[in-house]
Every structure is written in C-alpha cells, then in structure tokens.
C-alpha cells in the first residue's frame, strides 16, 4: 500500500469510469490492437510481451486500470493512475517518483487510429505499462521521477527529457542478434514500428553521452535512435546522469 500523498499532481487525479465507454470505442481499441500487434510479436522486447501478458492486457476491451494495477503493483509497486490529461512536469516527476502511472481515459477516435496529438489510453496502456512490470525498467522509471523532481534548472531538466524520450518512448534493445523495440512511441505506432523494423531509422549503441547530445524532435519519423543490450544499462545511465547534475556537469 502506498503512504505517499500527492501535492502537485492531485488536482489531475480522475476515476475511471468504465462503465462509460461504449461498444465502438471497445471496437476502436481491438482495431487498434489489431493493427500492430502482430507487428510486436515479431519486433517487441520479449519483457514487453512478458509484461503484456502478466497485466492481463485484453485485445478486445478497453483496460480496466483498477484492474491492471491489481496485477501490476504486486510484482513491482507501479500502478496505473487515471489522470484527466497532460501533466505539468512537477506533477508527472512526482506521480513517476512514488510509481504512479498518469495514465489518460480517453481513447482516440476511429478517425485518427494513427495519430494523436496528445497521449491517449492506447498509447499510455498499450504502450507503456507492459513494461513496467519489469523489475529493472521499473526501478529505472521512479529513479528518473525522482531524480527529476528534485532538478530545478529547464536546462538539466531538458537534458534529462532525452534520457526519458530515448528509453521510455523511443527505446529499442538488442536481443539475439536483433532489433527490439520497448518503447511506448514505438509499440503504440504502426508508422514508427514500420519505420524504425524497415532499416529507415539508424540504430547506434546506447551511451548517455550521445543521447544527451541528440535532440528530440516530435514532429517526423526518427532517423537515429539508440539500442541498449539490456536494461541494467538505462539503470546505471539514470544514476551517471544524476551525479553529473548534482555536479553541474550535465
Ligand atoms: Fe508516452
């Protein structure tokens, strides 16, 4: 059971109301499902679809988070929060710190199964919360809100947005030989899962020195992204980043 209380990210908590979603959204998720999962089976990290499984992940209904975090918070203590949208950066640091997971309710429309412009439940869920359910990644993920909340300079603070954006919404992993993808960005888009399995994207070696020098850029496919050969190694990244803020040298 969690003792933490929130201060910053409270006014964004939400309940989910299940019982509100109707029979086409439900239809809308399993499309979206539909869409790209065969694509991980083949392209996923095998602890996404690890993780995938011990949620209990429907395909065909949409994630009942009460649900998810029942099963979640027993193997790592991250839960998945229902929050009413995007999170100022000391709300989102603080829920990450105590392994919350401000996860959005809304789902896109049929219209735009491709795009949204803001997190949905389909890239939140589906992308990021089968992951969490590993142990190294999930340590990882509070290390990087802790580390965060505690940083008070936009600078470091944009440093360290590279980390996040290289691991937990663009990151891919070495494993046997190939190309595995564990990141949200890339698991919830059929566009950048074709784009970065098809060779359209450069794959260098992971080192926090070259992701910290690697600007994001949101608005095309990547054409450079970083692979790890296991997670340990974001783990030790996060804490090398840490000392060289607290050092000024970031
Ligand atoms: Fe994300």
Redesign the pocket.
């Known amino acids: 059971m969690r003792t933490e209380t929130l201060s910053a990210a409270e006014p964004y908590l939400i309940r989910q109301d299940y019982t509100a979603y109707t029979q086409e959204q439900h239809a809308v998720w399993a499309e979206l499902v539909e869409r790209v999962y065969p694509e991980l089976e083949k392209h996923a990290a095998r602890e996404y679809l690890e993780g995938f499984e011990i949620i209990g992940l429907q395909r065909d209904c949409l994630p009942h988070l009460g649900s998810i975090s029942a099963r979640l918070e027993p193997r790592t203590g991250w839960n998945s929060t229902p929050v009413s949208g995007f999170l100022p950066a000391p709300a989102f640091f603080e829920m990450l710190a105590t392994r919350r997971f401000p996860t959005t309710t809304w789902l896109r429309s049929k219209d735009s199964l491709e795009y949204t412009p803001e997190?949905d439940i389909f890239?939140?869920v589906f992308?990021?919360v089968p992951m969490h359910a590993h142990a190294v990644f999930a340590g990882f993920l509070e290390r990087y809100g802790r580390v965060c909340a505690a940083m008070q300079d936009d600078a470091v603070l944009e440093k360290l947005g590279r980390i996040f954006w290289y691991t937990?919404?663009f990151g891919v992993i070495r494993q046997h030989g190939e190309i595995k993808a564990y990141g949200?960005?890339i698991i919830s888009s059929q566009g950048e899962c074709r784009n970065v399995m098809s060779g359209g994207c450069a794959i260098r070696d992971f080192t926090l020195d070259e992701v910290l020098r690697t600007p994001v850029k949101v608005d095309e496919l990547h054409k450079l992204l970083f692979a790890v050969e296991s997670f340990d190694q974001i783990y030790d990244a996060m804490n090398e980043a840490e000392q060289r803020a607290m050092n000024g040298t970031l």
């Open positions: 997190p890239h939140d992308g990021h937990v919404e949200s960005g």
